[in-house]
């Protein structure tokens, strides 16, 4: 009996596990770790949203099997925020799938349309799904830049001219996790003609959607003319609405990849919880005051984080979007590379972030700081890293951090 599996030899080890499972053994032992390591919102959802899955819970005929694409009111609430956030129409029927959290469908999209040995345009650093996703489904990764300036193109056309087989998807996602880097219209335009000259299907990971900074929302690849000839775009309810742990995302675009997806689900799962699905309606048909009020809540944190850390001695770049920031290490100790500086931080100054290499090799040298505790809790971090970094030989400024 084999117990060699192939998909299995296919995943390395997952360093960030590692860092968790430091993280948990030290709070087990009753230290005060301010955790900053995964996106994991500390918000509650919106009032109306958990009366309503209150309220349909109640009634006996919701406890069956719901619907795997999602329920058409569901759909329909997607679409609806399509148009009026992004201007974009779409068919709820032919062009929405409801997903279990955007990790999901990015996932069962990549089973769907990858056979083995495709090769696959991904970002490195990237969330690990947009590699990991198609690899377990058998494919081959190029690597492509994270940055969109005209090296990322330039690297697309590397790619295309030079890989066999040819490529025939390129995953992306903006704002960046875990870079928080952003996009414009503009470059937008430029993929989807790159993807329709070369025969590409185009993936977009729009989770982060909702949290921009300095008045300039996200864009959506929907948004360019005939982009859903070759793109479809994944959002969830997890960020925007503090329901992470709810499993609620979206499909939207291509009928062809939509399809698919729907197809490879109907034999996977029977859809989320049928009252999750209309609490889910409720928040994105409801108040809208939750997502600006939100947006300002992370906008504060990140002046407290970046303006504390810097005062500790790190200086960290102010993001323009999403709940992270993406942290070069302080240059006195670059050399101990993300994992053990990560591990260093966790031990001596009881802060948990993620350690770059997580995310690609070309995260190295990083780590990703989720904004996920209060203003007060960023200050105390600030504290810690302070002492931690004058211990090891670090000048830090003179005054007080935060």
């Known amino acids: 009996m084999s117990e060699d599996f192939y998909r299995i ?49 109640r009634k006996p005929s919701a ?30 029927e032919t062009e929405v799938v409801v997903t279990m959290g955007s990790k999901e469908g990015l996932a069962s999209l990549a089973t769907a349309i990858t056979a083995p040995g495709d090769v696959v345009l991904a970002p ?72 329709k000259k070369h025969k590409l299907w185009v993936i977009s990971d729009l989770a982060y959607s909702e949290l921009y900074y300095d008045g300039k929302p996200t864009p959506s690849i929907l948004q360019v003319p005939g982009a859903k000839d070759v793109a479809i775009e994944f959002t969830s309810l997890s960020k925007t609405y503090s329901m992470a742990g709810w499993r609620m995302g979206f499909g939207v675009g291509n009928k062809t990849l939509i399809a698919a997806m729907t197809r490879v689900k109907s034999y996977l799962d029977y859809g989320a919880f049928t009252p999750i699905q209309a609490a889910a309606c409720a928040a994105l048909n409801g108040p809208q005051d939750i997502v600006a009020r939100n947006r300002e809540l992370y906008h504060k944190r990140r002046d407290v984080l970046v303006e504390s850390f810097g005062r500790a001695g790190w200086d960290i770049p102010s993001p323009a ?32 972030v993620a350690p770059g290499v997580g995310y690609g090799e070309n995260g190295e040298g990083y780590v990703r700081i989720a904004m996920v505790e209060n203003e007060q809790r960023l200050r105390q971090a600030a504290r810690n890293v302070k002492k931690y970094l004058q211990s090891m030989g670090v000048n830090t400024p003179a005054r007080g951090a935060g």
Do not use: C
């Not at 790619?159 to 870079?179: I, K």
């Open 321 to 352: 979007a999403s709940m992270f920031a993406w942290a070069p290490l302080p240059p006195a100790l670059a050399h101990l590379g993300s994992l053990e500086f990560t591990k260093q931080l966790l031990t001596h100054a009881h802060v948990a």
């Open 63 to 92: 406890h069956g099997y719901s619907q795997s694409k999602g329920i058409p009111g569901l759909r329909k609430a997607q679409a609806n925020y399509y148009g009026r956030r992004f201007g974009v129409d779409v068919d709820p």
């Open 9 to 57: 030899k296919r995943l390395p080890p997952y360093v960030i596990a590692e860092v968790n499972a430091m993280r948990a053994a030290a709070r087990a032992g009753g230290e005060d770790i301010i955790d900053l390591g995964m996106g994991n919102p500390d918000l509650p959802p919106p009032e109306h949203v958990i009366e309503k899955l209150v309220e349909v819970a």
């Open 124 to 195: 490195n650093p990237s969330y690990p799904i947009h590699t990991f996703g198609f690899i377990i489904a058998g494919a081959t990764i190029r690597a492509v830049p994270t940055t969109p300036d005209e090296a990322y193109f330039e690297s697309l056309e590397r790619a295309m001219a030079f890989t066999v087989p040819a490529p025939s998807v390129l995953v992306m996602g903006y704002p960046s996790n875990p870079t928080a880097e952003v996009v414009d219209l503009a470059f937008y335009e430029r993929v989807v003609a790159f993807a």
